[in-house]
């Protein structure tokens, strides 16, 4: 949960948005992505959210959203519940330095029900995360960046598939696997030459 002073800090900076200097909107985004990293996903989301009108026409506010979104209204569904406590390094050769898991007692509410009653409050439904990843997916069909397009066609065929549009879900997964035949294609022509 936000702790008190972020909560009033954010709180202070929501009501006059407009008088954020660029420093403190790229210091919440940055704690915001830390704290998604760490998944703190509920802080993630309080730091995150409020940046939208700053970064809407930036993709990856969107992606972070619908990631926090994704794991806070789906919780239950997710088989590995373990913190992350540090990351160290970037890309295939990082190391996550995950907290044991804590043997929760009976009378503390479980997690998944917490997380919902958090999306809840912040507005986060299906619907929403379906509107996002429309709004995702036109942001980046253009995108010189791969990568980002296929985590985009992936967050929207997951959000699909839970919302039971299996057409449109696998018509998304078809979509990402001619975005990596692509790649391929041209890394077989990169290699003939």
């Keep these: 949960m936000p702790t008190r002073s972020a909560s009033s800090s954010l709180s202070k900076c929501l009501e006059k948005h407009q008088e954020l200097t660029v420093d403190q909107v790229f210091s919440l985004y940055r704690k915001g992505v830390t704290e998604q990293r760490k998944g703190n996903?509920?802080?993630?989301?309080?730091?995150?959210?409020?940046?939208?009108?700053?970064f809407r026409n930036t993709p990856l506010i969107w992606l972070r959203?619908?990631?926090?979104?994704?794991r806070l209204l789906y919780h239950k569904d997710?088989?590995?519940d373990a913190r992350i406590v540090d990351v160290y390094g970037s890309g295939r050769t990082r190391r996550v330095i995950l907290a044991p898991k804590r043997s929760s007692s009976s009378s503390d509410p479980p997690l998944s029900a917490l997380y919902a009653q958090i999306a809840d409050q912040a507005g986060i439904t299906e619907d929403y995360l379906e509107s996002i990843s429309g709004i995702l997916l036109s942001l980046t069909r253009k995108s010189l960046d791969k990568k980002l397009r296929v985590a985009s066609l992936s967050l929207a065929a997951y959000v699909a598939l839970k919302m039971g549009r299996y057409h449109y879900a696998a018509d998304l997964a078809h979509r990402m696997i001619d975005e990596e035949e692509t790649t391929e294609d041209g890394s077989m022509m990169a290699l003939m030459s």
């Design 41 to 54: 996903f509920p802080l993630a989301l309080h730091c995150l959210q409020p940046l939208i009108p700053f």
């Design 78 to 80: 997710n088989i590995n």
């Design 65 to 70: 959203i619908i990631e926090i979104g994704i």
